[in-house]
Each structure stands twice: as C-alpha cells, then as structure tokens.
C-alpha cells in the first residue's frame, strides 16, 4: 500500500466484488498496477443477499472475456426458470433449452475471482474502510482511509449500492450522484434445508406475489436436492419480510430449515446517465447495474467492471485519466455485444420503463398475463427492441377482450423501445451530454419513473 509520498499505482480499485475483481483483471490484462481495497477480510468477500443465479452464456463468458472459470462454484445445472401465478396453479415454463440457468455459490464464487485477480499480480488491501475521495483540481487521485491516503492515477468505484461513495465526489463532471429512493429495491434471502425437496427442483421459479412482496416477486432457487436459495423482494418499505416469506412458503406447502439469512437493498433503475468523471469510473452495483424488473446484476456487474478497467488502460497508455479520455466507458456497457448478448447495458436498463406499470397493475391482471404469455415473450421483454414487437403482439391480440389493459401494455412496450433506443444513442463526447440526459430525463418521466 503505498502513502501519500510514494508513486501512485495505476488503479485503485474500491471494492473487492464481482465488478471490482472483473476491473482489476482487466487491467492487470493490459499490464497495469492494481490495487484492491474492501472493508471486508478476504473470508467475507462474496457474501451478498442475491438469487445466485446466472445463465450458462454468462459463465461462458466469464471464462472466455475474463479468463476465470467458474466452475468451482457452482452449485447446480442445466436449471430452467418457471414464472408462478400468485395462486400457484399456473405457470410459464423457460426449459433448459431456451436458456440455462446455473446455481452459484456466491461467496466461493467472490473469493475464487479475487483469487485470480490476486494471482494476474493485483494487490489486495482487506478490512480497509474508504474516508472520501482525494480529489486535486476537480480530479479523483485516490482516497483517504482508515489505514491512510492511497493515490492512483485512475480509480473505479466498484463500492456497492449504498456506500454512499458516489454522492460525496466532488468534481465539476456530468457524474449522475443522486437517485429517487423510489429507484430502490429492497431483498431478503434464506440459504435453507428443505426436507421434503422443492415441487420443481430443476428450474428456478419466481411468483410475483404483489401484495406479499410489496410490488416484487417471491423466488424459490434449488442450489441442490434438498437446498433452496428463497427469498423476496420488492419496493423499499419497512415490513416483516422474513415472516412474508415463511408464509408465502406455508401456503405454497414448502417448509425449510434456515441455515443463514440476509437482507440487501439494490438499484431498480437505468444504468447512471453518467458513470465517469476525470479520474474515475463506477461499475457494479454502484453505477446501477442491476435488472430493473428481477435484480438480476452479477453479469451486469462482471462486464461493467472489465469494461471499466479496460477503459481506464486505454486512457492511461494515451498519457492521462481525463473525463474525455474515460468517457467512451459508458456508450461501451450500454452498446456491448458479443455472440447471443446484444447491446447488453441498454436492453437491461429499458426494462425500467416497465416497473412503473407492473407496479399498479392488479394481481389479477398480473396473473392473466403469466397465463397468456409464451417464451418468446419473456425473450422479447429483455430485447426490448422492434424485434420483440411480434410476440408481445401476439399477448395483445389474447387480451382483446380486456382493451384497459391491453392499452396499458401497449404503452409500456412502446416507452421501453424508445428508452432503449435513446440509451443506445449515447453521445460520444461529454459535450452533447446535457440534451442527452435531459431527453432520459422525459422519457423515463413519460414511462411513470420519479427520477
């Protein structure tokens, strides 16, 4: 750890998540010096309330991109996903073949990639707590923490979801600091024993329960024959969780024995307008890279870290680490394609344009929708683009008979499509940024969202 009179490495990297490791194997890959602080020891790095669910593409691409494999850490393959009337009597069933879903086990999982980001040549600096930033003439140069000052010449803020780090830089940049506490989510998740085994052990299965979750959804995930990841999650409130849960349990005739619990807020929201300023970049949780309408983050998380560092080598090897240099970062998460994944950043985040309505719908309606739907449409929700209009046309056309809700599907289809194509027309220079942002701005005010 070098002090306030020592050379500055090239990036310091706060955060020893998926994204921070994912960013400081990105840049070890391009021969810069990294160093990782966390507040945790290395014991505790990975453990984190989520579903620990990723797609089998995404753990290719973990291996292939970030040349890490995953598998020590998985828990379960080859798992389809099943959505849940409220009721439990029907369900839209994704096979494995659509697309599979594998279990993992997060904490190995965290402390497996820190692992390898330690042995690319990063440093790692546990149980250290960030202070504030080092800023020097509107430019981040490191941090002040518990153990003393640590200059870098870039740093990427990988510190979660509410660390609060972001809203206290101080730097006359575009970053986006503040979010609408509606733009929250709240989760709470049992690793537990269930005896009598789950009723679908080989697909992981949601229910959106809008009353017992509070606007979200219930999920039962198999890590095993007799393991469940369950949990629940929804709009930020202060209630009984863990009793919702055990209830929704009861009256599904599920029973477990908890084993550990946890609960976690999380971004439900676009990725930052902004995720740069000179000197600095977020990734992960911390820049909002999470799915809007199922939490999902840790790919979100991995590939806005490798970005991040990617980007950040890019503008080092060009001499400094200015707002211009660090701004391509952005248009790259929103725009990234590779293979079957397709404009990834801007896909994910247009689903925000769709919580505002699955919000005020009624569970009734809510349920008739899980019953008309098919896969494709669940495919066409997270392209979000004028491919998925077919089959969300063919939903509409079943719903002829309700015109109320079919207008309102109508309009929320055509908000996400505009969303997605505005994110995807992120400017390529800071200079046209504040029309941009202002255009985000209606639209996603236009959609419902309190931004």
């Known amino acids: 750890m070098n002090g306030p009179d020592d050379a500055p490495i090239d990036l310091l990297v706060v955060g020893a998540g998926t994204g921070g490791c994912a960013a400081a194997l990105a840049a070890r890959g391009h021969g810069l010096s990294v160093l990782l602080v966390d507040r945790r020891e290395f014991s505790e790095i990975g453990t984190k309330a989520c579903g620990d669910a990723m797609e089998a593409e995404e753990v290719r691409w973990c291996e292939q991109v970030l040349g890490v494999d995953l598998s020590p850490a998985i828990l379960k393959r080859a798992l389809g996903a099943r959505i849940t009337t409220s009721d439990g009597r029907h369900s839209l069933v994704l096979g494995s073949e659509i697309g599979e879903r594998i279990m993992m086990d997060r904490p190995a999982m965290g402390r497996l990639l820190l692992s390898k980001a330690m042995e690319a040549g990063a440093r790692f600096s546990p149980a250290t707590k960030v202070v504030e930033w080092l800023v020097e003439d509107g430019v981040v140069r490191g941090v002040r923490t518990s153990c003393g000052v640590l200059r870098a010449r870039c740093t990427v803020d990988a510190s979660g979801a509410i660390s609060g780090l972001r809203q206290r830089l101080d730097s006359a940049s575009p970053l986006e600091r503040e979010s609408h506490p509606s733009r929250m989510a709240f989760?709470?998740?049992?690793?537990?024993?269930?005896?009598?085994?789950?009723?679908h052990p080989g697909e992981i299965e949601l229910t959106y329960d809008l009353g017992q979750s509070n606007g979200g959804y219930v999920w039962y995930f198999p890590n095993g024959d007799h393991r469940v990841n369950v949990g629940i999650g929804g709009v930020v409130a202060s209630?009984?969780?863990?009793?919702?849960?055990?209830?929704?349990?009861?009256?599904?005739?599920?029973?477990w024995q908890r084993e550990s619990a946890a609960g976690a807020f999380l971004p439900a929201r676009t990725f930052l307008s902004c995720a740069v300023?000179?000197?600095?970049?977020?990734?992960?949780?911390?820049?909002?890279?999470?799915?809007?309408?199922?939490?999902?983050?840790?790919?979100?998380?991995?590939?806005?870290?490798?970005?991040?560092?990617?980007?950040?080598?890019?503008?080092?090897r060009a001499g400094e680490a200015t707002l211009d240099a660090l701004w391509g970062y952005q248009g790259a998460y929103l725009r990234y394609t590779r293979g079957p994944i397709r404009?990834?950043?801007?896909?994910?985040?247009?689903?925000?344009?769709?919580?505002?309505?699955l919000q005020k719908l009624s569970q009734e309606e809510f349920d008739s929708l899980v019953r008309l739907a098919d896969p494709g449409t669940v495919t066409a929700l997270y392209s979000t683009s004028w491919r998925s209009i077919p089959p969300l046309l063919a939903?509409?056309?079943?719903?002829?008979?309700r015109p109320r809700l079919v207008a309102k599907l109508a309009r929320a289809v055509r908000a996400m499509t505009r969303l997605r194509a505005h994110l995807l027309a992120f400017p390529d220079t800071p200079a046209t940024h504040p029309a941009w942002e202002s255009k985000l701005g209606r639209l996603l005010r236009r959609a419902g969202v309190e931004v």
């Open 343 to 357: 404009d990834h950043g801007a896909g994910i985040s247009a689903q925000e344009a769709l919580r505002p309505l």
């Open 239 to 255: 209630l009984p969780w863990s009793r919702r849960l055990a209830d929704h349990g009861r009256s599904w005739g599920i029973h």
């Open 187 to 199: 989760a709470y998740r049992e690793i537990a024993t269930v005896p009598q085994g789950l009723p």
């Open 277 to 316: 300023a000179p000197g600095y970049l977020a990734c992960g949780d911390a820049a909002c890279c999470v799915g809007p309408l199922d939490g999902a983050g840790i790919h979100s998380s991995l590939l806005s870290g490798y970005l991040a560092g990617r980007q950040c080598a890019k503008a080092l």
């Open 395 to 401: 939903v509409l056309a079943k719903l002829s008979l």
